[in-house]
């Protein structure tokens, strides 16, 4: 019994560490100009590289089961 309650104790503390480590981040974004602009550009480039890496336009079809995948 009691080593549940410590079980329970830990895992409370880890779970608010790990928000008050994401409200802090949310309050940490780009301030300035030229940030927001790095971080448009960069959303946009992936955007891009994510229509142009696709199985469909490597391979001229969507990946189906009987494709062997590269490890």
Not at 24 to 36: H, I, K, S, V
Not at 40 to 55: C, G, H, K
């Amino acid at each position: 019994m009691v080593a549940t309650g410590v079980l329970f104790g830990v895992l409370a503390a880890v779970v608010g560490a790990l928000i008050a480590v994401l409200l802090r981040r949310r309050n940490g974004g780009t301030q300035n100009a030229d940030g927001l602009r790095i971080e448009q550009d960069r959303r946009l480039q992936a955007r891009r590289d994510r229509v142009s890496f696709n199985a469909i336009t490597l391979h001229g079809q969507a990946p189906n089961m009987t494709d062997q995948y590269r490890r």
